[in-house]
């Protein structure tokens, strides 16, 4: 027989879900290590012709070469455990997958958290009328005062531990996304609404199945551009110590004038921030399944 026994009549078969993924990922996956390799390229090259100085600015050659030798360092990730012997710490190993655990535990519930609040809070704000005359000057007040300048608020509110690192991602987010959660209400087109009173529907109705539905793509937009903030205010929250965790090893990286950790453990962060970021792309892509593909996303 003819080698077209996987094809009826000379029609290929669909391709199966793993075959279309890696073909849509393949593309960005190559660009990206080309993006990247090209920045440590650069950056090598420049200390090759020596503008680059090895005791300040190492490249990634040194930096990355010894990666158990810095990953040493990580064990700060168990100074929180008083009088722990030197028999109890992890190997390094485990100690930079505790670290990075810690801190990404800290952005997931304070971003969790956030989003819950301030999508209810913003909601509330435009369904009663009363919420808003109370609530809306405040929230308006708050809003332009930097996550920083509420570090001792939360250490005097929660001391130390993952409680302030969480409260600090919280308040990060929450008043720039109600702002947000109102704007985007305001935005809706009006004429999704008028077919919804035609057809009946309530005014619970209208925001259940009409508004959040339609609010709901720019809100995760807004939510992954505050992802970003959200890494840089714990890692702050973190060096401060309050808590183990990347932004801690930062701070000893600092104190120790070790250059190679500091870049180590950004290598660290951005490779973590990244695969959040995808995370929530894929997320997005299945909340947000009524959408054509290339709308309410960064990409």
Not at 123 to 136: D, G, M, S
């Amino acid at each position: 027989m003819a080698a077209t026994d996987t094809a009826v009549g000379g029609v290929q078969p669909p391709p199966s879900a793993l075959t279309e993924l890696w073909q849509r990922m393949a593309p960005k996956i190559g660009w990206t290590i080309v993006s990247v390799g090209l920045f440590a390229l650069i950056w090598e090259f420049l200390w090759l012709i020596g503008w680059a100085d090895p005791k300040l600015l190492p490249p990634p050659h040194i930096f990355m070469g010894d990666i158990a030798a810095q990953a040493k360092n990580f064990n700060t990730a168990q100074r929180w455990q008083i009088g722990a012997g030197a028999t109890d710490a992890p190997s390094p190993e485990m100690a930079v997958v505790i670290t990075i655990l810690s801190t990404t535990y800290r952005v997931i519930l304070g971003l969790f958290l956030a989003a819950i609040v301030s999508i209810t809070v913003g909601v509330a704000v435009r369904y009663w009328k009363l919420f808003e005359n109370l609530t809306l000057p405040t929230i308006t007040l708050l809003a332009p005062v930097s996550p920083i300048a509420w570090l001792p608020v939360a250490i005097f509110l929660f001391g130390i531990g993952d409680a302030p690192a969480i409260f600090m991602v919280f308040i990060a987010l929450f008043f720039t996304m109600t702002l947000a959660t109102i704007t985007q209400i305001d935005s809706v087109n009006k004429n999704y609404i008028n077919v919804a009173r035609t057809m009946g529907a309530s005014k619970q109705q209208i925001y259940t199945r009409v508004i959040l539905p339609a609010i709901l793509p720019g809100l995760l937009v807004v939510l992954r551009l505050n992802l970003f903030g959200a890494w840089m205010v714990v890692l702050i929250a973190e060096a401060t110590g309050v808590g183990y965790g990347l932004g801690q090893v930062i701070m000893l990286a600092r104190n120790t004038f070790n250059p190679g950790l500091v870049f180590f453990t950004i290598v660290l962060i951005g490779c973590t921030g990244f695969l959040f970021d995808y995370g929530l792309r894929m997320l997005q892509t299945r909340i947000l399944y009524w959408v054509p593909k290339g709308q309410g996303s960064l990409g």
